[in-house]
């Protein structure tokens, strides 16, 4: 865990004197389960929390916009060392994987020994909605029968899909999207470049997605595959080579891509009802999108996007990527050959 050099991001200001207030009373929750869209830095408020109550010599909770814990104390030295005995991170072996029940029960095993410290033992699991079913069922009775000064912090972008049984013995703390003058601010400190309304649809509102989509030069990754995509539409190009070609790119994956094209051809039945262009999401793709408005059926697009929508929530299984792409500009070059 490191935290070091990172201050308390500007939409977390009104969740973390919150946080504090537990600390600073003495009401430490069992269970917390942060709860909101990804790209809001929800992980590192847990480690700050973390940090600040396992801390042996905390500084005042006054203090604005930064951890209290103090930095130096046996704890957390261990902490920044990765090593402390009463910290454990319950997280897949893989991104995308599932929390399998061996290593819940691998942390009912440790928890069944005492807090090595004097203050409280935390645990994060993160994703919480990756659990298992088997998973999950274990980890239910380590929230019935809580253990001795035994903290839990659940983290989830998709909440809903943790049971219920769960999510009741949590205290939910939400964390809602930024408004878009508090993030445009922000990205301008870190050094983002314009434009940042293109880049904050593109990321759902996301502030770190934002940044981690700047650094990685996905607007410049869109603009290309925009071209491709309409490329297709006219026949100009090998579609089978293009989604060979897009599927060995180790920056864009199939959900990105699948959200993108999404997003195109939602704008597209937009312009067909002549909606505002302002309501658009792709504002810098609208000459091209108003003219394949003009053109298309629009009951096929709709029954293209509906399969755009089935193969998203299909994304993390285990399905053939390659095939799903081909078929994908398959079907859109066809509908645009009709």
């Known amino acids: ?7 308390i991001f500007p939409w977390q200001q009104v969740i973390w004197p919150h946080l504090l207030s537990y600390i600073d009373q003495q009401r430490i929750p069992q269970a917390l389960l942060f709860s909101g869209p990804t790209g809001l830095g929800k992980r590192q408020l847990a480690e700050y929390y973390t940090q600040s109550l396992l801390c042996h010599a905390p500084l005042s909770a006054t203090i604005k916009h930064t951890t209290i814990a103090c930095g130096e104390c046996v704890s957390c030295k261990l902490l920044k060392a990765n090593t402390h005995p009463d910290y454990f991170v319950i997280e897949p072996d893989e991104p995308g994987k599932a929390i399998g029940i061996d290593k819940i029960r691998q942390l009912i095993a440790k928890l069944a020994l005492k807090p090595q410290y004097e203050t409280y033992r935390l645990v994060i699991l993160h994703p919480a909605d990756n659990l298992t079913t088997a998973a999950a069922n274990a980890f239910l ?10 903290c839990f912090i ?17 205290q939910t703390i939400n964390f809602s999207l930024p408004k878009p003058q508090i993030t445009e601010d922000w990205l301008q400190q870190q050094g ?3 434009p940042y309304q293109s880049l904050l649809i593109m990321a759902s509102g996301s502030p770190l997605l934002a940044k981690e989509y700047a650094e990685r030069g996905f607007m410049q990754h869109r603009n290309a595959y925009f071209e491709i995509w309409l490329q297709i539409a006219q026949g100009k190009t090998n579609l089978l080579m293009v989604a060979e070609q897009w599927q060995k790119s180790d920056i864009i994956d199939l959900g990105t891509l699948i959200n993108w094209i999404c997003s195109w051809i939602m704008d597209i039945i937009k312009l067909a009802h002549d909606v505002d262009s302002k309501h658009i999401s792709n504002p810098d793709f609208k000459k091209s999108l108003q003219a394949l408005a003009k053109r298309l059926e629009l009951k ?4 293209y ?8 929530a299909l994304v993390n299984t285990q399905l053939n990527k390659q095939l799903v792409t081909e078929r994908l500009l398959i079907d859109w070059f066809q509908l645009n050959k009709s």
């Open 1 to 7: 865990m490191s935290t070091d050099n990172v201050d």
């Open 141 to 150: 009775k380590c929230l019935e029968e809580p253990n001795e000064r035994t």
């Open 154 to 170: 659940l983290i989830s972008d998709q909440a809903y899909k943790l049971p219920a049984t769960i999510r009741s013995r949590c």
């Open 192 to 194: 983002v470049a314009p």
């Open 300 to 303: 096929r697009v709709y029954q």
């Open 305 to 312: 996007y509906d399969i755009l929508l089935n193969n998203k």
